[in-house]
């Protein structure tokens, strides 16, 4: 049950890495955060494990099983990777109830079902709305629909890109609890990006920070938390206290 | 004057079914097939060999049908990792293989002069009874195909089908496999232009290669772009209102005494600027309604 990636070389125009033999380990039922700053290669980390991006060198594991030979839309049923980009992550035009569905194709039509009226529970801002357009969410819904339907197969890794962006200081709370809920109630480990360090850090439990497509700094989320150059340089902490 | 009505209907609900298959892979699904007319000929070309065959003409339909349909299945596995782009243009240049297969291997298809002679549909009628006959059973066919879209556009697959247009990412992240997605489509969309073009050529008792030129796909495209693309009684309401200028403009010769030599360009002419017109004057009319809404909601 463990997700990791191995010395990974990645990107999107020939002879250009992004990533540059990058290395990240998620334990069963961890929470770790990528941290770093804008364009250090986050979303593409993301995007390698999910394998939009293929790797030039290097490995992504997950239960043993190395990705590379799994077609990218195999890799939520064989392999229970799922994951919410940053952004377009849901589709305006159908219902919430709809959207769910999309993510529960491969789900037994009995069991799909039972799932999606239990999301709808855990979920009651979204339940009430079932039959509403899914653009006619606010922001906040919106994400917390995108990690509904992501769910809705009962994926073992959740991957997250900045899933807090945009929220206002209340919702990002409320958001960084409810991941931490997800973990707890759904067993899965999660992998998420973030900038919000501060917030993101404290639900955590270990974090990475990538500069340029490597590895910078990695620790428990408390040691990142306290490392003073890694709280400067990246987390934009702000001035120092 | 009502012969020329009913042929003018007619050829509306044929090319409102080709017109409907269109909308379905290129509206629906985001598919640019720009040789939607091969299609529609491999139907057609279909029937043709077949009736003269000696099959009966429902059963020659089917097997157009069949035979678009794998046809279509061939253009959605054709490059299946090109991008939208290039697919689309594999698409034209497919096309107009099938043309040249049309023009050249005479001994199948008749070579330049086409397969006439075919027994047409409702051999026993004639005049107007028969012209009336075509128009119902076309127009049932038309009913039939535009209501399968309509229907598989409400389906689960249909949904995909549309995340597949706007989002191909997150419809292969949520674990949908759009390339078989992208076949299917184009099968069933094969299977609807190929009975169009079979429905052709039991209605003229004729198919040559002409037909298969690249200006008719864009005519079908011109269709679908006008009823609004996505939407199905748009196609149809396109089809008619392009069928009837195609089919009008030869009678202004009549009236302003025009040479008719003429009248070819002419036509070219007015459905060129027709689609202008409709780009400058309504271009939100032009884009699925869905697709905007989308865009709206962007920062
Ligand atoms: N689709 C793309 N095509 C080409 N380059 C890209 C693409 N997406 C991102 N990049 C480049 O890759 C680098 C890393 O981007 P990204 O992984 O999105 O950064 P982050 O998520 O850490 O902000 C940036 O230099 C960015 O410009
Ligand atoms: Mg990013």
Redesign the pocket.
């Known amino acids: 049950m463990t997700l990791s990636v191995h010395e990974v070389r990645a990107g999107?125009?020939p002879d250009a890495d992004?990533l540059n033999g990058l290395s990240v380990t998620v334990e069963p039922g961890e929470i770790v955060t990528i941290l770093?700053?804008?364009?250090?290669?986050?979303?593409?980390?993301l995007k390698t494990v999910v394998g939009q991006l293929r790797p030039r060198a290097g490995r992504v594991v997950a239960d043993g099983r190395d990705l590379a030979g799994i077609p990218v839309h195999r890799r939520i049923r064989d392999c229970g990777v799922a994951y919410v980009p940053q952004l377009d992550n849901i589709f305006g035009p159908l219902t919430i109830r709809e959207n769910l569905e999309l993510g529960g194709q491969f789900v037994e039509p009995a069991a799909r079902k039972a799932r999606l009226e239990q999301l709808l529970e855990h979920y009651p801002n979204l339940g009430r709305k079932a039959g509403a357009r899914a653009d006619s969410l606010s922001g906040g819904e919106r994400q917390m629909l995108a990690l509904a339907r992501a769910l809705m197969p009962g994926p073992r890794h959740l991957l997250l890109d900045e899933p807090s962006a945009g929220l206002s200081p209340l919702m990002m709370d409320e958001l960084f609890a409810h991941i931490r809920r997800i973990r707890d109630r759904e067993g899965v480990s999660v992998l998420m990006?973030e900038q919000n360090a501060a917030e993101s850090l404290e639900v955590s439990d270990r974090a990475y920070v990538?500069v340029m497509g490597r590895v910078h700094r990695e620790g428990t989320a408390q040691e990142i938390l306290e490392d003073e150059t890694v709280g400067h340089l990246y987390l934009g902490a702000g001035p120092v206290h | 004057m009502l012969e020329f009505c009913l042929h003018v209907l007619i050829m509306s609900a044929i090319f409102g079914i080709a017109a409907v298959s269109l909308n379905l892979q290129a509206g629906t699904s985001g598919l640019l097939n720009f040789g939607q007319i091969a299609l529609f000929g491999i139907g057609a070309y279909a029937v043709a060999i077949l009736t003269r065959a000696g099959l009966p003409w429902p059963a020659a339909l089917l097997a157009g049908m069949a035979a678009a349909a794998l046809g279509g299945f061939a253009i959605g596995r054709l490059g299946r990792d090109l991008a939208a782009e290039y697919w689309a243009l594999a698409t034209l240049a497919v096309a107009e293989l099938v043309r040249l297969v049309a023009l050249n291997e005479d001994w199948l298809t008749g070579g330049p002069q086409g397969i006439g002679g075919i027994t047409g549909l409702f051999p026993g009628l004639d005049g107007p009874a028969r012209a009336l006959a075509t128009l119902a059973l076309a127009a049932a066919l038309l009913l039939a195909t535009a209501l399968t879209a309509r229907r598989l556009g409400e389906t689960q697959f249909g949904r995909v089908l549309r995340l597949m247009r706007e989002n191909p990412d997150l419809a292969t992240a949520l674990g949908h496999d759009i390339v078989a997605c992208k076949v299917k489509v184009l099968a069933i969309g094969g299977a609807m232009a190929g009975l169009a073009g079979g429905l052709y050529t039991l209605y003229l008792a004729f198919i040559g290669p002409d037909q298969l030129l690249p200006f008719e796909t864009f005519l079908i495209w011109t269709m679908v772009v006008l009823g609004g693309l996505g939407n199905v009684a748009g196609a149809v309401v396109g089809a008619l209102l392009v069928t009837t200028l195609y089919a009008g403009i030869p009678f202004l010769k009549d009236i302003v005494a025009l040479p008719s030599d003429l009248t070819g360009s002419l036509r070219v002419f007015a459905i060129g600027s027709i689609v202008l017109a409709a780009l400058m004057l309504k271009p939100q009319g032009l884009v699925p309604e869905r697709l905007r809404r989308l865009h709206a909601q962007r920062p």
């Open positions: 999107y125009v992004i770093g700053p804008n364009g250090s290669g986050k979303s593409t980390l990006v990538l």
